[in-house]
Structure formats: C-alpha cells, structure tokens
C-alpha cells in the first residue's frame, strides 16, 4: 500500500488533535512528500513524550516512544533531542501537540519498549 504524503498525513494528526479539545502544529516542516515525523506531546508541566516511526515484523507502520528509554520526559531533553536529530536530517517535520492529558492522537500502534 502506498503511504500518504507527509505533508497530508500531519494535517490530519493535527486535525484530530484539535477535534479531541488540544492544541497541535507544525514545529519544523520538512520534504512535503516523504520527510519522516516525529511527534512531540507536551503536557504544560515541563515533561513532555517523544514518538518516532518505525516498522514492525510485517512491515506496518508502528510509533515508538522515544521517552520511553534513556532520552526521558523531561521537555528541555525532548527539545535537544530533536534538535539533534534535526541536524543529520533535513526532511524532518516535527508536530507537537500541546495536551495536559498527553495524548498523542496517532492512529497507528505505540510501542513504549517495555
């Protein structure tokens, strides 16, 4: 199956963040057909979670949480983080969804590593 443009697929995250009462945007905007995501969700506590994409044994999309492991969920190490990874990678888009409950609104699998 062919995957959606990136630049469409995060509109609709955003959209359905908004529909579910948060905020959500576009951070850092990269290649508008297949530029890889990250999604940041910020809880307006300091602390915030990190998801990055992945493939899973059958080849279907899945996201993996990055704070699950050694990066944290502390929001200044979350930034740094993407800083980081924004610098080998100039395709990156990065959405944050600002949401005090922390959902992330992605429609596909989370796997948190545990």
Do not use: C
Request: charged letters at 30%; zero cysteines; glycine letters at 12%.
């Amino acid at each position: 199956m062919d995957e959606l443009k990136t630049e469409f697929w995060a509109s609709a995250l955003i959209r359905r963040a908004q529909i579910g009462g948060a905020f959500a945007g576009v951070v850092r905007k990269g290649d508008r057909d297949a530029g890889a995501v990250m999604v940041k969700v910020a809880t307006l506590d300091g602390k915030a979670r990190l998801y990055g994409p992945a493939r899973n044994g059958e080849g279907e999309r899945i996201w993996l949480d990055l704070s699950a492991g050694p990066l944290g969920d502390v929001e200044a190490e979350v930034d740094a983080h993407i800083r980081k990874r924004a610098e080998t990678d100039p395709d990156l888009w990065v959405i944050e969804v600002e949401d005090k409950q922390g959902r992330h609104f992605l429609q596909e699998p989370v796997d948190s590593g545990s």
